[in-house]
């Protein structure tokens, strides 16, 4: 198991963090993200869809609709929300392919449901904590050896 921790003081370094993320994820990379309402998931995710090409202003919390799909130049992000969702059976109201992009990225904010149903493989785990006011840390975890390129 993999774990990096990196101390974010600022938006300005969760946008680097974004940049530096997306540069390791390729095709068939899933990124779960928990932490608390307001810790920056959707924020990460904004910049890591950026960072890929996605205008970041496309780029909003799929609270609502669970799904958002964005294209970029290796194919699809995913990037789900979870939140509102009590009960694992309510995840079978999709089609997997609906809710993994299997060629391409997929970014899950609230993934306690779906981690039971997702092989570890290519899976990256993060939990983002307050540490004080503005700032952020990021706790990376992987049994992928994929991700060791973050340590750097």
């Not at 294209?71 to 990037?79: A, E, K």
């Not at 970014?107 to 493989?121: A, F, G, H």
């Not at 992928?144 to 973050?150: A, H, K």
């Amino acid at each position: 198991m993999i774990t990096i921790k990196w101390l974010l003081p600022d938006l300005e370094a969760t946008a680097a963090a974004g940049a530096k993320l997306s540069k390791t994820l390729e095709p068939g990379c899933i990124v779960m993200m928990e932490g608390d309402l307001g810790s920056g998931k959707t924020t990460l995710c904004k910049n890591i869809c950026a960072s890929l090409g996605v205008p970041i202003n496309l780029v909003t919390s799929p609270t609502y609709t669970m799904v958002n799909m964005y294209s970029y130049d290796l194919g699809v992000i995913h990037h789900l929300d979870l939140y509102r969702l009590e009960d694992q059976k309510e995840l079978e109201d999709f089609d997997f392919e609906d809710l993994i992009a299997v060629d391409g990225i997929t970014l899950v904010e609230w993934p306690k449901l779906l981690r039971p149903l997702i092989d570890t493989q290519r899976v990256l785990n993060i939990n983002i904590n307050y540490v004080s006011d503005g700032s952020r840390e990021l706790i990376m975890s992987s049994h992928d050896s994929l991700y060791e390129r973050l340590m750097n």
